[in-house]
């Protein structure tokens, strides 16, 4: 559908704001997301993409575009964000993945505004983040966690040898380190000595103050996608078929998610005795209500050698690119592409419904 004079697309459907890019490390993940669920949104909506770049500027574009910085005829530059709540758009749809988009901070602007949105709300968003918040609140619920230990950026100056001994006493002698606000592997590195441990650290530091160490799991990369609402709206939670990630790189790295065709590929669905496939579903579901997901969420599973399971982390803005799981393990539960974004942007106006039920006066 050809966009129109002023660049938005008008066919008198509902309309649909794509909100894509951001100020995160996950910015062309995030563009690439957007431009394959703008591809099944088109024959059913109105749909405007919104970019916001690197410096935090918000521009209305006519296709989803890459680049930082919109120059160009085709986009309008908004100079205060507050101009998103003039533009006349019913539900947002964030693709933001990484910080400044899914930690809760779009989603606190978008309640702001009285705009529905896709995906799970401010607390849920900031608490799935945050992986060592996540980490807790799923041992607090009785779900099974990796064992970690918590760096902050001012205990890194101490680090030694002496150090990294304590550490691998408790967690094993290979430790996996990263962000606790990040995703898609930024950050992430694997160590077995002290001086390898250091530079993980250092790494990780580049992309938040705290830092996460984990026990190096042997096993499976298993994922589930979630879909539905809470507290009694509609059909409840829902989990697909699970998938697996078959990785041939030392771990899942981005450049496996996303750069290098031949570093992974998915399986889907997994291959699982069906007992199996369906705990790993109903745990999947656990961790999502316990940590308050509405909408969407991925939950990823490392399923150990020895049979041990253990929930490792929760996405609540999961990738939609060609190579994401969540889209194809939602396909193969038949639920194709378009029928799942629309589904999602009818949970998002049926939980916006529901909220505006609540009273705010005594």
């Given amino acids: 559908m050809p966009p129109s004079p002023d660049g938005l697309f008008h066919d008198g459907h509902l309309h649909v704001g794509l909100l894509y890019g951001g100020r995160s490390s996950e910015h062309e993940v995030s563009a690439r997301s957007a431009r394959n669920v703008a591809d099944a949104l088109r024959d059913r909506y109105r749909v405007t993409p919104i970019l916001i770049d690197r410096q935090g500027r ?43 988009g899914e930690d809760g901070r779009i989603q606190g602007y978008l309640h702001t505004l009285g705009l529905p949105y896709v995906g799970p709300d401010v607390l849920a968003s900031a608490a799935c983040m945050d992986k060592e918040v996540t980490k807790r609140m799923l041992r607090d619920a009785g779900l099974p966690i990796v064992p970690f230990h918590l760096v902050r950026r001012g205990d890194a100056a101490t680090f030694d040898a002496a150090t990294f001994d304590a550490v691998t006493a408790a967690l094993g002698p290979t430790v996996f380190v990263k962000p606790a606000n990040s995703g898609s592997s930024v950050g992430t590195s694997k160590a077995s000595d002290a001086a390898g441990f250091q530079a993980a650290v250092a790494d ?58 031949d570093a992974a590929r998915m399986q889907v669905p997994a291959d699982l005795p069906a007992d199996l496939a369906e705990r790993i579903r109903h745990l999947a579901l656990d961790a999502a209500r316990t940590l308050g997901c509405e909408g969407l969420a991925r939950v990823d599973f490392f399923l150990a050698d020895d049979g041990a399971l253990y929930v490792n982390e929760i996405n609540t803005i999961p990738g939609f690119t060609a190579r994401s799981m969540y889209p194809v393990m939602w396909a193969a539960s038949g639920l194709p592409l378009p029928d799942l974004v629309a589904t999602l942007i009818d949970l998002a106006l049926q939980r916006h419904q529901r909220d505006a039920t609540l009273s705010f006066t005594i």
């Fill in 58 to 100: 918000w521009q209305r574009t006519t296709t989803v575009e890459d680049r930082d910085a919109m120059a160009s005829a085709n986009a309008h530059v908004a100079d205060e964000v507050g101009h998103v709540g003039t533009w006349g758009l019913d539900v947002v749809v964030p693709m933001l993945h990484g910080q400044n």
């Fill in 204 to 261: 990780a530091l580049r992309y938040d103050h705290k830092v996460l160490v984990e026990t190096a799991v042997q096993g499976r990369e298993i994922e589930v996608a979630v879909l539905g609402n809470l507290h009694g709206l509609g059909a409840p939670l829902q989990a697909s078929v699970p998938g697996e990630i078959l990785s041939t790189a030392q771990f899942y790295t981005y450049a496996a998610k996303y750069l290098d065709a």
